[in-house]
Every structure is written in structure tokens, then in C-alpha cells.
């Protein structure tokens, strides 16, 4: 039996809407992180890509080629050590 054209227009409608909710999802993110390396007086334009390391723990690489490392200390600090 072949599926109905409307239920794979559906289907593919909700792909893409899940696509471009990750991609707002992840620029809002990079947003974040470029605000949080600003904030300690680091110099980054824009996060171009960042890797989760694990919970609170961040790679970060800027635009202008630099790397941080973002991560939250045990005492609940906002760490940020370039690499």
C-alpha cells in the first residue's frame, strides 16, 4: 500500500520544521556563548561552532580563529580559559 501524498507532505513539513528549529536554537545558543566570552573581557565577534563537553562545559571557536573553554566551576562560577 502506498502512502497518501498529503500524509507525506506532512511528514516532510515536520522535518523541516524540526531542522529549522535546531538551527534558531543553536545561532541563540552561539549568541549566548559569544556573550559570555565578551563579558570576562575576552575578545569574540561570533561563536562559529561550540562542542558540549558535558553538563555546563563548553569548546568554544570565534570567528577570528580564538578558542575558549566555557564551563561552570564547582562553586558555581562562569569559567572562561582560552586555549
Same mark, same amino acid.
Given at each position: 500500500? +502506498?502512502?497518501? =501524498?498529503?500524509?507525506? $507532505?506532512?511528514v516532510?513539513?515536520? &522535518?523541516?520544521?524540526?531542522v ?5 536554537e543553536d $545561532?541563540s545558543?552561539?549568541k *549566548?556563548l559569544? $556573550? =559570555?566570552i565578551a563579558?570576562q573581557?575576552l575578545p569574540? *565577534? /561570533? %561563536?562559529v561552532?561550540? /562542542? +558540549?563537553n558535558? *553538563?555546563?562545559d563548553?569548546t568554544? &571557536?570565534? +570567528?577570528d580563529g ?6 561552570? *566551576?564547582?562553586?558555581?562560577r %562562569?569559567v572562561v /580559559?582560552k586555549?
Amino acid at each position: 500500500m +502506498r502512502p497518501s =501524498t498529503p500524509l507525506l $507532505a506532512l511528514v516532510a513539513m515536520s &522535518t523541516l520544521a524540526s531542522v529549522v528549529a535546531l538551527a534558531a536554537e543553536d $545561532a541563540s545558543f552561539s549568541k *549566548d556563548l559569544a $556573550a =559570555t566570552i565578551a563579558l570576562q573581557g575576552l575578545p569574540c *565577534d /561570533k %561563536v562559529v561552532s561550540a /562542542k +558540549r563537553n558535558s *553538563d555546563s562545559d563548553y569548546t568554544a &571557536t570565534c +570567528r577570528d580563529g580564538n578558542r575558549y573553554h566555557v564551563y561552570v *566551576d564547582p562553586s558555581g562560577r %562562569v569559567v572562561v /580559559k582560552k586555549l
